[in-house]
């Protein structure tokens, strides 16, 4: 991978998610935006609570930075029990996934990330452990191998993917609640940047200064707070800590972020289907080859966002840029000087080293 980026909606590192642990909302009150999903849950918590039963499986799916990780635990919360978290990559073998189910109390939650690269004979599994609460135990192995069933606990399966397309069918099938997330309004992001600007302490020059920040966040939480830090050292070293307008501009400016929100990568996967491919229709493994990048992490990472802008369209034939896209582009490189898009920018940021 060749790019980190300030705007890439995932972690960048465990430091970071620390500093983000701080900020994580703990109770559905305090967790923004997503309402219906929230109603939702709501509802099927407090009958939880009424029946005295877990609550049912839920699937969560949609880009990264969004609130998934943060939802999981906001539930177990709200349940009153214990989170245990795995991943797919994680569970490597069915004994892997045995061990973890072992270990949870009544109407604990079981949270397993990426679920989508959970392995096919770990997935088998599961199945049981969904529906009847039960997982069959393999002991020995070769000629005396033999297995038992081992009832389990009564417990609640979150799982989150960036990808839905690719758990499978029967997988889905068995979750009881299954739901996107959205990329957050301005508005939104708004009231998340002024609650973690308030738990970071930082010195707000007036009520709306980080209004620009939430427009150019890219509809995604982890980013929006990820920019509130850079902005508040910028605050700290030009301006004696407080945060203005001018410091949230020249601090995003510093970062190489549009007023769209966009940052390099973004720009240049856009710009290469402009110059090299003509507007497209273009292959996403020709775009990403070109780009040397993976072209997972650019349908999981810069696409959604483009899309969700109206910068991109998917065709049959391939990935298409709109004609607000080529607006976009030709507006940027006249401000850089020149007449037709710049392949690559002029202002790169030093850790945008592609
Ligand atoms: N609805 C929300 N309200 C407030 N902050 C949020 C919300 N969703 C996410 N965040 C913030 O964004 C960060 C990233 O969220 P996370 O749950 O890790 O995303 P995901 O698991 O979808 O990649 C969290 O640390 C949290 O501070
Ligand atoms: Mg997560």
Known sequence: MAVQRTVSA???????EQANWSLRPQLLDEYIGQSRLIERLRIALQAAQ????????LLL?????????????VIAHELGTRLHTTSGPALTKPGDLVSTLTRIEPRDVLFIDEIHRMPAAVEEYIYPAME????????????????????LKPFTLIGATTRAGLVSGPLRSRFGISSQLDFYSDADLHVIAKRSARLLTLNLDN????HGLAHRSRGTPRIINRLLRRVRDYALVHNNGVVDTAVVDAALKLESIDDLGLDNLDRMYLKIIATVYDGGPVGLEAV???????AGTLED??????????????TRRGRQLTAQAQEHLQLRSTRLGTSKPALFDQDQSENDEV
């Open 61 to 73: 799916f949609g880009p990264p930075g969004l609130g998934k990780t943060t939802l999981a635990h």
């Open 207 to 210: 009520d709306n200064v980080l």
């Open 132 to 151: 009847d609460f039960k997982v069959d135990v393999m002991v020995d192995s070769g000629m005396h191998a033999r297995s038992f069933t081992m009832n």
């Open 288 to 294: 990403a080859a070109t780009l040397n990048e993976d």
């Open 50 to 57: 009424i029946r005295k039963e877990p609550m049912e499986h």
């Open 301 to 314: 990472v810069v696409e959604p966002y483009l899309l969700k802008m109206g910068l991109l369209a998917r």
């Open 10 to 16: 995932q972690s960048l590192s465990p430091t970071e």
